[in-house]
């Protein structure tokens, strides 16, 4: 019986907890010592040159030398953070780690203002700046095609014209004022979203072409005329349903799962930052991409360290 509940049960993959991060970065030091491993776990080279024969600077911890790319006969001196969004930063990295580490345990985000609350920064300015370069590390550099069941579906981002002051409604209908996102997922795999600046057929098939196989097994999309002819124009296996008549799944064909995914982002915008400006919000979608496509990583956090 134990054994029937316990197959049953929703599959979670533990993340640290805050007593095990309080552990983990008791103090400076050890935060410096974990980005080190994280950022070159098979030993110190150049950021600039990938130079492996570097030397430990002797007056300074946590510095290395490289004759390699110096200037005439001065070696390039770098740390362990060069190179890295915590550069050119007054804040230390165990507050760095601290904000990291709540934004990846927030399932829908947490906003600047409860970041300023929590470490005690000088201004929400700071906080806002640093949550920003967290979520511009976030970004994949190594991202692969979407294969298998592909779903894409477009949504959009914008507040509604009749919750708008008098003085600043714009009397558009429709979604003409609101920033479309589009966005591809591999059931049971990966997500991949962007904002684009048309929702038109060209623009949508450029997405495709980029981010599905042509290996797919299926891309599945509603009948928004901007897929058509994804079968002929990128000769992929091409099937829809259609909203506007009642239709939300045949079968395999259905876009709920991206759905789904539109639905957090939404929460989250509402719920937790209110509002999200055209020109960051790429930046969000690199957060819940992140959070997503990680779900079942084990160790987040060294990961997006990793990638910092």
Known sequence: MNAKVEA????????????QFDRLFPNEEACRAYLRDRRWPNGVHCP???NEKVYAGKARPW???????????????????????????????LVWFKVLYLMLTSKKGISALQIHRMIGSGSYRTAWFMCHRLRAGMADPDFRQLMGIVEIDETYFGGKDSNRHWD??????????????????SRKGNVVCQMIEHADMPTMHSFVAKMVSPKVELVATDEHSGYQYLDRWAKLPHQTVNHRQGEYARGVIHT?????????????????YHNVS?????LYLNEFQFRFNNRNERDIFGKAVAGC
């Open 278 to 282: 055209k020109k960051y919000l790429p």
């Open 256 to 272: 709920n799962s991206m759905e789904s995914l539109w639905s957090l982002l939404k929460r989250g915008v509402a719920g937790t």
């Open 8 to 19: 049953g049960e929703p599959k979670i993959t533990r993340q640290m907890t805050m007593p």
């Open 63 to 93: 510095t290395w030398e490289c004759k390699k790319c110096g200037a005439g006969k001065s070696a390039y001196r770098f740390s362990v953070i060069a190179g890295t969004i915590f550069e050119n930063t007054n804040y230390p990295l």
């Open 168 to 185: 600043k409604k714009r009397h558009i209908r429709g979604t003409g004022d609101k920033t479309p996102v589009i966005g591809a997922i």
């Open 48 to 50: 600039r040159c990938g």
